[in-house]
């Protein structure tokens, strides 16, 4: 076959009936010996095309299976039948990849995600995932396109660093030493002076304290990086590693920041609605088609797409972290002893809690501010009242934690007596301090888990379903 291939998008956006096309796709159904559906990823839509048996030999028929690679040539017709508006007659049929349906693992029928994820070298041919990875893309050039629009600019924090930004230790170490046989100082601890870097290096967990850098030169940046924990939170919610978004604003205040969050995540939402039509259709019925086997408390209030131009159209509600202790104190789960973990001022808010307000309570996101200072990191800034920091979680209906972030503390006396009530050494981090020393300002910033946002999105029900090749306890294959 020759001539030039034409993607499945642009046949359907501007069919040329009665020409020419060559298609190269995976079938993706195959029924009555006669109709393809062929689908090469450029679009959700699959194209039909009929076969010719006069024309295409058995045997080669009979190698069209399900998601053989094939190339088609043939000519756009009006379709005859429902579902579609064109098909392809094929005159030409050319099997460039065969598929044993006997041994391939994946069949023309619902799976479960678990058994998916075992075969993640073919579940992007699925509807299911190749709409969530169409809509991961979709999400990340939104992002670049939000910042980039408003003056922001990208910076590239290290992958590898010395510094634990979050100070909660959960750190994948990297070294180049032989770990069983490694060089000790005179108190037999690992000398890290003889590694590859002469000092212990992680990988990051956060780009923050690298953007709060550009963001005291250039104003206003974002990092998108992958980062990495290691939690060992086997949950449907936590990855080991996942990418983040770190917008970091100088002159920005608490107030600044929580504008951001949410007028970034509305802008995300609203770039997928309007870009990604087919997919959320796609996946909105899915979940109601999930959800019919469910009983009626555990189906969503809403469906997907309802749920998405909710978020957009709605103020998210903004509550201190005092107030929300208050409100759950005296809500009905609390109450009845429905909740697992306690609640009194001073414990961090547990998912269950988070979900309770956002789902139940207020029914849309909100966002908390004003958190004990025991319960988060050392550059928060401090309030007046000596024992809340400027601290401030989005919460999202679904997800839990979506964003953190909050006003960094620009006054290095506060920032050092901190440090050192948190047992941080400053000589690690006097890079860090001389930000507060040398034309220091006020300045606010927060991440967002991209992973999580594409799970919002996608009403997918597990993070290890939105990332290509989910990093867990326990799993790391690819
Ligand atoms: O709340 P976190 O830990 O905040 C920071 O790292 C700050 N340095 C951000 C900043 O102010 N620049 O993480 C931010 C977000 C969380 O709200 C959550 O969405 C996501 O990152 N996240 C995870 N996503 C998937 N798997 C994990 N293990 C995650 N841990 C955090
Ligand atoms: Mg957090």
Aim: proline share 4%; hydrophobic share 35%.
């Amino acid at each position: 076959m020759s001539s030039s291939r034409i993607e499945i998008s642009k046949v359907l956006a501007a069919p040329a009936i009665g020409e020419q096309v060559y298609l190269k796709g995976w079938v993706r159904a195959f029924r009555s010996n006669r109709f393809i559906a062929l689908n090469d990823g450029s679009t959700f839509d699959n194209i039909q095309v009929v076969v010719d048996f006069e024309q295409l030999p058995e045997d080669l028929l009979a190698k069209v299976s399900f998601h053989a690679c094939v190339a088609v040539k043939g000519k756009l017709v009006e379709s005859q039948g429902k579902g579609q508006s064109v098909e392809v007659i094929a005159e030409e049929l050319e099997i460039l990849g065969t598929n044993n349906p006997e041994e391939y693992k994946l069949q023309p029928k619902r799976q479960t995600m678990e058994f998916l994820r075992e075969q993640a070298q073919f579940r992007m041919r699925t509807n299911t995932f190749s709409a969530v990875f169409r809509i991961r893309h979709g999400l990340a050039y939104a992002v670049h396109k939000y910042y980039h629009d408003r003056g922001f600019y990208y910076m590239h924090t290290p992958i590898i660093t010395g510094s634990d930004a979050e100070g909660a230790g959960e750190m994948f170490h990297v070294s180049t030493l032989d770990p069983a046989n490694t060089p000790k100082d005179d108190q037999g601890k690992v000398d890290y002076s003889q590694d590859f870097f002469g000092k212990a290096t992680n990988l990051t967990v956060s780009g923050q304290l690298q953007a709060e850098i550009g963001a005291l030169a250039l104003g206003k940046v974002y990092t998108f990086g992958p980062t990495f924990r290691a939690e060992n939170s086997n949950t449907s919610r936590h990855l080991a590693e996942f990418w983040m978004i770190e917008p970091e604003m100088a002159f920005f205040d608490i107030n600044d920041d929580m504008d951001l969050a949410e007028d970034f995540t509305k802008y995300l939402i609203t770039y997928i609605l309007e870009n990604y039509p087919k997919d959320l259709e796609f996946l909105d019925k899915r979940i109601q088609d999930l959800e019919k086997q469910m009983k009626s408390e555990l189906r969503r209030p809403m469906g997907l797409i309802d749920t998405l131009k909710f978020v957009v159209e709605n103020d998210f509600e903004r509550i201190t972290y005092t107030e929300a202790i208050n409100i759950l104190l005296s809500s009905k789960p609390h109450k009845k002893g429905k909740f697992k973990f306690p609640i009194e001022w001073g414990s961090d808010l547990q998912s269950e809690h988070e979900r309770w307000l956002v789902e139940k309570k207020f029914k849309k996101p909100v966002i908390v501010r004003d958190y004990p200072k025991d319960i988060k990191a050392f550059y928060m800034r401090q309030n007046d009242d000596g024992k809340t920091v400027a601290a401030m979680d989005v919460l999202f209906p679904g997800i839990g934690e979506l964003i953190g972030g909050s006003q960094r503390e620009e006054r290095l006396d506060k920032l050092t007596k901190r440090m050192e009530e948190m047992d941080i050494p400053e000589e690690e981090l006097s890079w860090y301090l001389d930000l507060r020393k040398f034309g220091g300002a006020p300045h606010s910033g927060f991440g967002l888990g991209f992973e999580r946002m594409v799970l919002f999105l996608t009403g997918m029900g597990n993070i290890r379903d939105v990332i290509p090749f989910p990093r867990t306890p326990g799993n790391a294959e690819y």
